[in-house]
């Protein structure tokens, strides 16, 4: 207890549990340990026979830090800006360090503004979101949905009661403006 | 080629899109044989880390085979089975140079304050990642390698990520012989944390979590003592009553960003991303280690400010160690040890799950169902 100067007593010695765990100790020493010491200075090591990477094309203007001096020479081309949310994202780089709650936050929200522009863009495509198929509730029903939560003592059973609202809400909402829109459009007509 | 592609918060799907080309002359396109779901790619599924655009692939565990090289790659052919880690990284930088992967400075425009990783968002770099049929390899002279003949795919699965990173947040523990361990979540990383503190030589190894099915888990693969934190008032004065009113030695948080436990907290930064990540799991390590403990931190939190306890680490002397893994420095050691048998990965895989099921895998593994601890994915199953 350490009311006094002696560490409490292990209830079982090294010795016990190198017998009873299979490789117990095979790293006791930090110097088999693979990231000790944290820094080595060895640029050899890693296969990297340059010392500056030659660049990639760039081909659009590529958003980035301003914390960074240029353009990194290699970079992902998963998804370009684009749309609203693409404005919102390059503004969010243009202009805000990592320093800076606005610009994690901007980002955020064209996060947020992204996912409604391709929603509706979907719709006017061959393959409209889905929010049954792609949200997967379906394993609600072949994976033990109602017998994995209750009666376990799960602490996230508290909020996820939360889940279907966020999800749901703004579908719900998108839905309601359609209906009002539409039948506004409709009196206007008659 | 077949991929996972998100949709917007909570939803993904399967889509055809283009085999992607090389980019950059140390490219590789590497064909996926397996992939994996990831803890953090539920916070990227939730919605939580800035700037993860809609049409973009996720998956940063995979292993595959070398489809294509570009013009500069001279340790990579064709037709050569490897193994990729998370980081993407250049071998060249002030940071590779000094062995810190994950913290490459050289591939990732989108922020300095986190290297690259494969299907991460942009605040990770904007790579796709292997949840598909294929993935670009960026310097493949660098990260990846050709998996031993005598490794079973799915521990090579599990080294990409999870087994390494849990076996780095051991070290990150500073563990000395004789110390009491205490792990935050009951994960593939908080399993794999919870083992590996052992081989480094741990008195006592504790494994807090909130499902049954993982702490069971923990008992059996990770010869852990395990507590569920949902049967206690207050878990904190349950580890100081257990530890002879002293606390752990180490603490390690394997929970992260999505951490349960505390309705305020959770609602703040899980729901409304209004923090880098609910820090209750964090909090609770502050909170249950000794006076001059260590607190490792393997848990993905997102860049934005979180509620840390940082007043009681300071007064309690505490040393707060963390960082993504640097996955390949770990390698050589982890051969060595599934070999000699004290590690077997592959036993926490729980799912195996085709491509075109992807939004179901998804939604089992985020919402817990059917006892799931390790989801893989296999695009060629159906
Ligand atoms: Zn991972
Ligand atoms: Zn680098």
Redesign the pocket.
């Known amino acids: 207890m350490p009311y006094r100067a002696e560490k409490p007593e292990r209830r079982l010695s090294s010795n016990d549990l190198r017998a009873r765990i299979p490789g117990w100790g095979a790293d006791l020493d930090p110097k088999d340990r693979p990231a000790v010491p944290k820094e080595r200075f060895d640029p050899g090591a890693?296969g990297?026979r340059w010392d500056f990477p030659e660049r990639q094309e760039e081909k659009w203007p590529r958003e980035r830090s301003i914390e960074h001096q240029f353009l990194t020479p290699v970079f992902g081309t998963s998804a370009p800006p684009k749309g609203l949310s693409g404005a919102m994202r390059k503004y969010s780089y243009k202009k805000y360090s990592e320093g800076r709650a606005a610009h994690w936050l901007l980002l955020l929200a064209a996060d947020r503004v992204d996912a409604w522009e391709s929603h509706l863009r979907s719709f006017a495509s061959l393959r409209p979101d889905n929010p049954i198929t792609e949200t997967g509730v379906r394993s609600e029903f072949t994976h033990r949905g109602l017998s994995s939560r209750f009666g376990r003592k799960r602490a996230d059973v508290n909020h996820e009661w939360l889940d279907p609202i966020i999800v749901g809400a703004p579908w719900a909402a998108a839905a309601a403006i359609a209906a009002v829109a539409f039948r506004a459009l409709a009196r206007r007509r008659a | 080629m077949r991929a996972m592609v998100y949709r917007g918060p909570y939803k993904v799907r399967v889509e055809e899109k283009d085999i992607p080309p090389i980019e950059h002359p140390n490219d590789a396109i590497v064909r996926v044989t397996h992939a994996a779901i990831c803890g953090s790619d539920l916070h990227l599924y939730h919605g939580m880390m800035p700037d993860t655009r809609v049409g973009m692939t996720f998956g940063h565990e995979f292993i595959g085979v070398v489809e294509e090289v570009g013009p500069s790659v001279q340790n990579l052919k064709r037709g050569d089975r490897v193994m990729v880690p998370f980081n993407v990284?250049?071998?060249?930088?002030?940071?590779?140079?000094r062995g810190l992967?994950s913290?490459?400075?050289?591939?990732n425009p989108n922020a300095t304050a986190v290297?690259a990783i494969y299907g991460y968002s942009h605040t990770c770099g904007g790579y796709d990642g292997g949840q598909a049929e294929f993935v670009r390899v960026p310097f493949a002279d660098v990260g990846p390698s050709i998996m031993p003949e005598w490794m079973d795919p799915e521990d090579a699965l599990l080294l990409t990520d999870a087994l390494a990173t849990g076996y780095f947040g051991a070290q990150l523990g500073d563990i000395v012989e004789g110390d009491t361990v205490v792990v935050f979540g009951a994960g593939p990383v908080g399993l794999f944390a919870a083992k590996s503190s052992w081989l480094m030589g741990a008195g006592r190894v504790i494994v807090i979590d909130h499902l049954d099915y993982r702490l069971e888990k923990a008992r059996t693969f990770a010869h852990a003592e395990t507590y569920n934190f949902a049967e206690y008032n207050d878990i904190v004065v349950q580890m100081k009553k257990i530890t002879d009113y002293l606390g752990a030695d180490v603490a390690i948080d394997a929970v992260g960003a999505e951490a349960d436990g505390n309705f305020t907290q959770h609602v703040t930064a899980a729901k409304f991303k209004l923090q880098g990540g609910s820090p209750v799991a964090l909090n609770w390590a502050i909170d249950s280690v000794r006076k001059g403990g260590t607190i490792s931190v393997m848990g993905a939190y997102g860049p934005m400010f979180s509620a840390v306890k940082f007043g009681d680490a300071l007064n309690k002397g505490l040393t707060l160690r963390m960082n993504q893994c640097p996955v390949k420095r770990q390698w050589p050691r982890l051969f060595e040890h599934i070999k000699n048998g004290y590690l077997k990965p592959s036993d926490i895989i729980t799912h195996r799950i085709p491509l075109e099921h992807i939004a179901e895998g998804y939604h089992i593994f985020s919402a817990k169902l059917d006892d799931c601890i390790k989801p893989v994915i296999v695009p060629d199953a159906s």
Do not use: I, L, R
């Open positions: 890693t990297a | 990284y250049c071998g060249s930088c002030y940071f590779c140079a992967y913290n490459c400075h050289n591939v290297g």
